[in-house]
């Protein structure tokens, strides 16, 4: 009965995901054979033509055999669901076309806010830019078209996805672009952070400065700074992040990035208020909070609305913290443009206050709120982790 079930389960496949397995299973140098021999070493049986029928896109395989094939090709189960996810946007891919006019199409798209198109538009010039003779210019322009991949799978929240496209990218290091191995080693800086891998996002910001200051690229260097900055502030080492995020600023003021010399001045004055210097902190946020408003800077300007509420919090001022939460909140989701990282920051610390404050009713609709916000989110924020460890524990105790 339970087969019979599973092959009902299975009538419709997935040529996307079909044309993935395919393409990790010529990765590894593997036949359909060796990989029902895999498999079995695993603990599992897919035998070698259900295999090609998943890899034609006949049907689809179960759970079990997702875990499976997992675990033989060295993959989060999470990148085959995003794969499928992505076959809404095959309808945008363009037939044809000049692979870096492709690429200089999905940047604008990207920049423009029509990411779906961007990455139809990246696949189908990598695809292009494949077909080609591997000389040394094309081997730079696949690097480039996959880390700009990467950076669009990043806004879709496929960071499986977006990893497999950066280690792609660096396979190819000693024949890509200093420039280029920096940008991509910062990308999976920030995937890592965002995935709570402290370590090794830290050791790959560490080798693009090293490479960003070796070749003069300041801009790329007070990117890594950040990235080490923001690093160093949730492993709680505030002291230290003060450092990167000042340089940081420091370098893109210099370069004429007002915008990102503006999120390091955020930044450092976060971190005094992680030190318990509130004074200083409230200062530092205050002075960035009137450039924010100046510049028209709205994402920064609810940044510095949230990091406020912190300090406020903090301080056991409530009042003043619920009112710099909805200033944010305002912020955060004006017209179609929402950030759900800072929107599930400021309900978190509604919620912390409803539960001091003893209101069940208040402290039931922030819950709602994270829970609703969560499902957007794959960054392992400090907060994110101390929303999960709550939910896991409630599981535990029910």
Known sequence: MGSQSEEASNLKGSIRLGSYLRKLRAGYGYSLRRVEERARAEGGEIDNSQLSRYEKGICYPSFDKLRILANVFNVSIQSFSDVVDLEEYEDLKPASGDANELQEQAIASLKSGDIGLAFAMLERAIELLTERPLDAETQEQIGRARVNQA???T?????????????????????LSLRLQARALLALAGIHADQGDHFLSEMEADRAYHIATQESMDVLAAHALNSHGHVMHQRGRAAEAIERFREAARLFTQSGEAFEA????????ACYVALGKYREGIRLLRESLVEARSGGHRHLEAL??????EAYYRQSDPRRAKGCFRESDALAMYNNEKHPAILFFNAYYEWKMAQESENPTRERIAFGRLKALRSTLERRSPEVAAFDDHVERGRADA
């Open 151 to 153: 950076a669009v799978l």
């Open 155 to 175: 806004r879709l929240g496929k960071l499986a996805l977006a990893e497999q496209e950066l280690r792609n990218a660096l396979r190819l290091s000693d024949r």
């Open 262 to 269: 503006l999120r390091s001045r955020i930044n450092v004055g």
């Open 304 to 309: 510095a609305w949230s990091n406020l509420g």
